[in-house]
């Protein structure tokens, strides 16, 4: 692992990604015809939680990989706030407002 200079991570913040970023309610309408393509079944997401269908996600993987569903739902749970009170796991800390699990 290399630490970046200044003048790195410039340069690093200035490529183009195609990193898609959408909020959860769109994610759950395009999600629901893709899956059946992608995996033979339709899968639908939805809620009613205001702030859960204005979660905005992106996709924590790079292009080249595709994730199982398993890993694809556990990112969408890790990017949209819970709902009522919950517990966190032992095995999970908080960094800027997100819970972030440990390894």
Do not use: C, W
């Amino acid at each position: 692992m290399k630490i970046l200079t200044t003048d790195e991570q410039e340069q690093l913040y200035s490529k183009g990604s195609k990193a898609a970023i959408i909020r959860f309610g769109q994610f759950a309408n395009m999600f629901f015809v893709s899956s059946r393509i992608a995996i033979g079944t339709s899968v639908t997401l939805s809620t009613h939680d205001k702030k859960i269908a204005a979660a905005v996600l992106h996709s924590p993987f790079p292009t080249s990989y595709e994730p199982t569903l398993r890993e694809l739902l556990d990112s969408i749970a890790l990017q949209t706030p819970p709902r009522g009170p919950t517990k966190r796991p032992a095995n999970s800390f908080r960094q800027r407002g997100q819970i972030q699990a440990r390894r």
